[in-house]
């Protein structure tokens, strides 16, 4: 009983602290969601409007109705005829096009070989979005080719495909930034603030004056721990709420499984900011350490920004253990495929062992040095 | 002749008047303390005082300077200690010494002999070589007041400059405060002590901002019906 | 002159004294450098499964050209689609193609029988494109090998008449293999200069602000602006030669080169440092510990290093957030790295950004010096 009635009272006097912090409150309560629209919207990797030029060798109606279906597609954008070969280069290089479409004389719809198909010059030093525009490209080309043959009642030899995108049939966009983000808001909230709040304690010498009551670390590091995942809690609802409304995204297993797997992750996260304020000295190690053991390996490494499959065979085993591998799978499963935690059991034991490990580390090294002078 | 003067000169933050309408003088060659409570407004008057702080109303002028118009002039003829004895941490003891030397615009040869001249006075020879986060508080004092002296400043601003010392470091360091008024720098100093008010050649009681009591420790003394400065004090708050 | 060398030397006594900081300026970057590229080696394989209701020699050429295929990592058989679609639901496989009864025999005919059927992952749009794209282009091509002597029959024969489709023909410039690498290696270059300028000064400032440094400076002759040129300029040079490390770093273990004049890479980023401690000069003027001024350069780190196209490229991104480019000095120093050392540009051709680079530091310096001289007590 004594027990929660301490870590009560310091979770007020925690909860005080941070409310009339009006700089702490804007990043607690009102940059998550913020983070989440903004970058929900503005984070896109299909482009769109590419700018490209034509050398269009062709001239005819033929090699016309080609460059107008390209800049009519959401995909592409017209920007300028070009004379010779040798201004291919120069344009990519130095211009404002993406791409360079060379129809060669003899183009036609109905005969595409490797003499009459169009050559497509792309700027390839981001090899994400040249892949991106190729793929464009290609569709474009095959789409107006297969109604070029229909037209003229020519069967193509192309196999036909039945295609379905399954658990996202319209290719949502926001589906690729949106769990990501909400990494970085946990992150932030449940890693970054609370180690900063407890370093801040320590430096300013009131650790020592808890220390010296009767008030165990335990109950220190709860009643510090509580108001953070309260904030966390609420914001789990926030995103929630938005992601239905604003993108669209709504959980296709259970919502409260959707709470539970946020949770769970939360207190990971938790357990790792404990950890790291029992060991460093300064806030700046505080930051740097943050960012490099949690924010680098969980936003490069975890499957955000580029697929686990991508990574070295080295690498990939490391990239699993990650937590933010084990939320963006789980997130995917439970929000888009419709899974259960149980579904997800090696990612589930993976962050309780982690969390666990680090809870008992962080609580070894907050004993040991809370009460040291920084 | 008056080094300092200040005419009804207030600070106010907001609703808050942190000085209110304090009008003093010092003269040349004199110890002045300034005894109050703490948020009296001690360390905002010294503030006002070496420019580093603009005043909300009123006017003040240092060495014949204006605190307002003629801050920059003001503060490249003052020392100045900060009451968090404010140093260079990971620097040596003279290497702090150099920099604020340098900063006053002294060469080697001068930062050099005036070295010489302090190290004995102070007693800092020993310790020259050592990290300013390796000294004990009562050497960091010292060595915040040397690098406020170092200059050969003709006004001095000292903010609570034993605060946290032993006794016997106290009296040390009162000894080079009179050596340095000796040498006819005014001194403007502010204290928690009662004790150490009968130092000053004159005192100026504060409080809520305000002057309560100004003159000689003596004259002070007998206003309070020769029952002590403390007396006088607590009657001042009261 | 004097006092300007004095306070260099401050500085630098200041820092080669501090290990922890010394170590955590030099091995962070090359920690980011040697670890972040090995997520980058886009070794795709897929893992896929096939519900094969033809099984014939046609439908297992499929398969056998997807087993033996390079973009394929594993490539299972199901007896039904719901047992196919159960394993993409927990995340087994990524693809399902569905090959439906009589495939073999309606091959090429007319009227054309059933279309393969492909099911794709989507939980990753892009990657579902990816899938699709190479999925398609595999079984394009073995369609093709399979079926090369019934198009030359009909061609023959004249009726009904048919094409052997093609695609276009596809040149990658300045990066043929689609590499990963260089170009992100660019961007955490980049990313590195961004996080060490912004963080240096400002948590130099801050920690003398803290400490009351700052407030004993003030009360000396020392011109304030002066003092901050002072550090700002040591700043820099600390800056240089984390990139000089950082680059010396790419060269040595990636063997990525500058391919443009490195004299002019190393002038930009000279120009880019003038933002980035302007930036961080600005949060520290703004807030009055560290806690404040950690919380209030995430907010800023973070939104300008996701909007500045590190991540994502310029195109994908809707129309009102390209326009945040004019005011971002990270998008400039991005669009700038990336053309002298990917593509070997010369300065003439990007004077723009480096103005724009250069400007925004101004407007972050004016109001920086602005916000002091309306409230000194901030320094």
């Known amino acids: 009983m004594r027990y929660i009635h301490t870590i009560k009272h310091i979770a007020i006097k925690e909860t005080l602290s941070i409310f009339r912090d009006r700089l702490s409150l804007v990043i607690l309560l009102i940059l998550p969601p913020v983070i989440l629209v903004i970058f929900g919207y503005a984070l896109r990797f299909d482009p769109e409007d590419v700018n490209f030029a034509v050398l269009d060798r062709d001239n005819t109606p033929e090699s016309m109705e080609f460059i107008a279906h390209l800049d009519n597609s959401p995909s592409f954008r017209f920007d300028a005829y070009l004379e010779r070969e040798e201004e291919i280069l120069p344009s990519l290089t130095y211009g404002k096009q993406k791409v360079v479409v060379v129809i060669p004389e003899g183009f036609s719809l109905s005969l595409l070989n490797r003499e009459t198909a169009p050559d497509i010059f792309i700027d390839a030093t981001d090899p994400m979005a040249s892949g991106s525009i190729g793929y464009n490209l290609q569709q474009l080309l095959h789409q107006q080719m297969e109604d070029h043959l229909k037209k003229h009642g020519i069967q193509s030899n192309r196999p036909s495909f039945n295609v379905s995108f399954l658990f996202n049939p319209d290719l949502k966009p926001e589906v690729i930034p949106i769990p990501g983000l909400i990494m970085i808001v946990f992150i932030l909230i449940s890693a970054l603030m609370l180690s900063l709040s407890m370093h801040r304690e320590k430096e300013k010498g009131t650790s020592r004056m808890l220390m010296l009551t009767p008030a165990g670390i335990s109950e220190v590091i709860a009643g510090k721990v509580v108001p953070f995942l309260v904030i966390c809690l609420f914001h789990i609802t926030t995103i929630w709420l938005l992601s239905g409304w604003l993108f669209n995204i709504h959980v296709a297993g259970s919502d409260a499984m959707f709470f539970l797997m946020c949770l769970l992750f939360i207190l990971n996260f938790i357990a790792y900011g404990l950890l790291i304020s029992a060991f460093i000295r300064t806030e700046l190690e505080l930051l740097l350490a943050c960012w490099f053991f949690l924010f680098v390996p969980n936003m490069f490494f975890s499957g955000f920004l580029f697929p686990i499959s991508t990574m070295s065979p080295l690498i990939q085993p490391f990239a699993e253990l990650i937590p933010g591998t084990s939320f963006m799978e789980t997130y995917r499963g439970v929000v888009l495929r419709g899974t259960s935690l149980t579904d997800h059991w090696a990612e589930l034991i993976n962050i309780l062992l982690q969390t666990t490990v680090a809870c008992i580390l962080a609580i070894w090294g907050l004993k040991r040095n809370y009460l040291r002078k920084t | 002749m008056n080094v300092i003067y200040t005419d009804r000169l207030s600070k106010h933050f907001g609703s808050l008047k942190a000085v209110d309408q304090v009008s003093i003088s010092v003269r040349q060659g004199e110890i002045m303390g300034l005894l109050g409570a703490n948020g009296a407004g001690k360390t905002t008057l010294i503030k006002m005082l070496c420019g580093m702080l603009p005043p909300t109303e009123g006017t003040g002028a240092v060495a014949g300077y204006d605190i307002v118009g003629q801050a920059t002039s003001i503060r490249h003829r003052i020392g100045y200690m900060n009451q968090s004895v404010s140093l260079l941490e990971n620097l040596r003891v003279s290497e702090n010494i150099e920099f604020y030397g340098k900063i006053y615009g002294m060469n080697k040869r001068e930062i050099a002999a005036r070295w010489e001249e302090l190290e004995d006075l102070f007693k800092m020879g020993a310790h020259r070589h050592k990290l300013a986060s390796e000294l004990s508080s009562g050497w960091r004092q010292m060595l915040a007041f040397v690098i406020a002296v170092f200059h050969n400043p003709k006004t001095l601003f000292l903010d609570e400059p034993t605060s946290g010392l032993d006794p016997l470091s106290r009296f040390e360091m009162w000894e080079q405060i009179y050596r340095t008024a000796y040498q006819g720098t005014t001194i403007i100093m502010s204290t928690h002590y009662l004790s150490e008010a009968w130092y000053c050649d004159r005192l100026i009681m504060m409080e809520n901002g305000r002057v309560t009591a100004e003159g000689s420790p003596e004259h002070l003394n007998e206003i309070s019906g020769k029952q002590g400065l403390g007396q006088l004090f607590l009657m001042q708050q009261k | 002159m004097k006092i300007l060398a004095a306070i260099l030397w401050k500085e630098f006594l200041q820092l080669v004294r501090n290990k922890e900081l010394l170590i955590l300026l030099f091995a962070c970057p090359v920690s980011i450098l040697g670890i972040v590229p090995f997520a980058l080696e886009n070794n795709t394989r897929i893992n896929a499964g096939i519900v094969d209701y033809d099984r014939t020699p046609v439908s297992r050429s499929y398969a056998a050209m997807m087993v033996h295929s390079p973009e394929f990592a594993e490539v299972r058989h ?302």
Request: glycine content about 4%.
């Open chain 3, 78 to 379: 199901f007896p039904t689609i719901e047992s196919a679609e159960r394993s993409v639901k927990l995340g087994q496989t990524k693809v399902i193609l569905v090959i439906p009864p009589d495939h073999e025999r309606k091959l090429n005919r007319f009227p054309p029988g059933d279309p393969l059927n492909l099911a794709i992952e989507a939980t990753h749009p892009k990657k579902a494109q990816h899938l699709l794209a190479t999925t398609a282009s595999l079984l394009t091509e073995a369609h093709r090998a399979g079926s090369q002597h019934e198009v030359e029959a009909y061609q023959k024969v004249g009726s009904p008449h048919k094409v052997e489709a093609h695609q276009a023909n596809i040149h990658n410039l300045f990066n043929p293999e689609a590499s990963y690498q260089y170009y992100y290696l660019v961007s955490l270059l980049v990313l590195v200069q961004t996080i060490i300028g912004c963080c240096l000064l400002n948590h130099n400032i801050i920690s003398e602000k803290e400490k009351g440094v700052l407030a004993q400076f003030n009360s000396t002759s020392l011109n304030r602006y002066l003092y901050i040129a002072g550090k700002g300029l040591f700043a820099m040079f600390v800056y240089l030669a984390i990139t000089l490390v950082s680059l010396t770093f790419c060269r040595l273990v990636y063997g990525m080169t500058v391919q443009g004049n490195p004299e002019e890479y190393l002038l930009v980023t000279i120009l880019f440092s003038f933002p980035m401690l302007s930036l961080g000069y600005l949060a520290a003027v703004l807030t009055k510990n560290q806690v404040q001024t950690i919380y209030l350069l995430i907010l800023l780190l973070l939104t300008m290093i996701l909007m500045s196209t590190m991540f994502t490229s310029l195109d994908s991104m809707p129309e009102w957030a390209r326009l945040t480019r004019f005011f971002n000095p990270v998008y400039y120093m991005l669009d700038i790295s990336r053309l002298i050392i990917l593509k070997g540009v010369q300065m003439k051709h990007f004077i723009t950004q480096a103005v724009m680079m250069t400007a925004t530091g101004l407007m972050l310096s004016a109001a920086a010096v602005l916000i002091m001289r309306k409230s000194p007590e901030r320094w």
